[in-house]
Structure formats: C-alpha cells, structure tokens
C-alpha cells in the first residue's frame, strides 16, 4: 500500500529558540508546555485578553527549539503577538514559513524532519514538518474531511477571529485546553465561562443534502427562526455554530436551499441535545 500524504498549504511555522522558550508560552497560551516531551504534539491556543479566539496552532520541540505550525494567512498577526509578549526574554523568534510544509496522514509519517500524532483526536492521523515535499502528494480535502466528519473546529475555517471563544470549538475535549496550568492570556474569562457553564452556542459536525452553502449561511428552524450558521464543509458534510438551546440532532434544519442534520461525533461529551 503506497502511502498518500496530504499538503496542507495554509500553514506556516515559526520557531523558537532559547532559554525562555517554555516560560514564554506558558504565559500565553492555553494548553501547558510542559506537555511537549516524549515526542508528542501540543494543540493550543491564544487568546485575546478578553477570552477570545485570536489563533490557534501545534506545537512540537526538537533540539531545543519549539516549532509552531499555524495558519500562513494570519502568520503574520501572530507573530507580531509573539514579539510583542517576549518583551526582554532570552528567545528568538523566526518566521521560517519559507523553509519548512506541513503535511498529514492517516498514517504514521517516516522520515520526517518532524512528525507527531495529531493531539486531537486519533482518527486525525499524524502531521509532520518537512523542507522538501514527498511524492505521493494530494491536496488537503482528505485531512479536512477527516476533521469536520469528526466536528473539529480549527483556525478561520471554523472561528471568527475576536469573536468565537473556545467553548464553541469544544477545545478542552480535544485537547487544546488545560483549566489546570495556570494563568494564561484571557485564563479568567474561560474559566468563568466552563464554571459557571454560560456557553450558549457550539459548533458541531453536520450532514448536508446537497450543495454546500457559503460560509456564515444563516441555519433556520421549521418555525423560520435562525438558530445558527454554516461554517467550513468538505463533500457533504460541514461544521456548523448552534445556540444550544435551539439544537435537536439528527433533526433536519434548514440551510440556503438544503436540508442539513446535526449529529454528535462519539467523542463529544453528552450533553442535553441528544
């Protein structure tokens, strides 16, 4: 069986390197550095102070050096983010977007200058960091297909930026938020939002019944209430943001001109809306 690797073209890495490497992200972002070891990937994210998606991205370290895989169109943004938090820390900071491609599998990847098991979810394969691309190269639409089928939310296919908040993208179920590390950038909002459970729309995978509608269609009941919007799709199946209270799975609702039907992945945690 020849291996297909996929080309995920809108990502980026930026590395970072020195002694306060670790200190410096484990002030900001979401997830706790500390678990980057033993060959593992991190899923995190940073957020603005007032709880809000700002970006999301992997981390993996080798030599002594942290890789940062993120989105290429908003690389620029957040890297800026990350100068500005460095402040007077002992770390360079190097976009090295045109040196380095990600790619995915399902499979293990060999021969990778870095590669890792995606932290999300197992059925999202494997992600590795390359300098040179492989044969056996297709575009992305398989690696996205596994992701929305599964309803995982990921950078501005899914999130609008300053708006969304990571209870939306269920983030602590797969893997991108740890409530026990400690302070982070936005760490009150979020907490306050889990415990005192005031989340009132999240987004979840979808079956569509025809062609796909463009992102941020309005979702509308039998009662022609608009209960939420589209978000990214891949074929026929698309994530999409709910209000809670208005969300029945495997009810069809209506969306553009197609009928569309919310389901819950296995992973999810039970919720009210079965």
Avoid at 127 to 151: C, F, T, W
């Amino acid at each position: 069986m020849i291996e297909t690797f996929e080309f995920i073209e809108n990502r980026a890495i930026i590395t970072l390197a020195g002694p306060d490497r670790k200190s410096l992200l484990q002030g900001i972002i979401t997830n706790d550095i500390n678990g980057l070891k033993d060959d593992q990937g991190l899923y995190a994210a940073l957020l603005s102070p007032q709880g809000k998606f700002l970006h999301d991205f992997f981390l993996f370290e080798k030599d002594d050096i942290i890789y940062l895989d993120c989105e290429k169109a908003r690389m620029e943004d957040l890297f800026r983010r990350l100068l500005m938090y460095r402040l007077r820390s002992a770390v360079e900071i190097i976009d090295q977007s045109a040196k380095y491609n990600v790619i995915t599998s399902k499979m293990q990847i060999e021969n990778a200058f870095i590669s890792f098991k995606d932290p999300r979810h197992d059925d999202m394969g494997f992600r590795a960091i390359v300098e040179k691309l492989p044969q056996n190269l297709s575009n992305d639409n398989g690696y996205h297909m596994r992701r929305i089928s599964l309803g995982i939310a990921e950078g501005t296919n899914d999130f609008i930026v300053d708006k969304s908040t990571l209870g939306e993208g269920h983030f602590e179920q797969i893997h991108g938020l740890d409530f026990n590390k400690g302070c982070y950038v936005g760490q009150e909002v979020t907490a306050r939002m889990k415990y005192r459970g005031s989340l009132k729309k999240a987004l979840f995978p979808v079956n569509l019944a025809g062609d796909t509608p463009e992102f941020g269609t309005p979702i509308i009941d039998d009662n022609d209430a608009k209960v939420g919007h589209i978000r990214s799709s891949c074929d026929h199946k698309a994530i999409a943001l709910f209000a809670l209270k208005s969300l029945t799975f495997n009810k069809d609702y209506h969306c553009g001109d197609i009928k569309i039907t919310p389901y819950k992945p296995n992973w999810m945690e039970d919720t009210d809306h079965d």
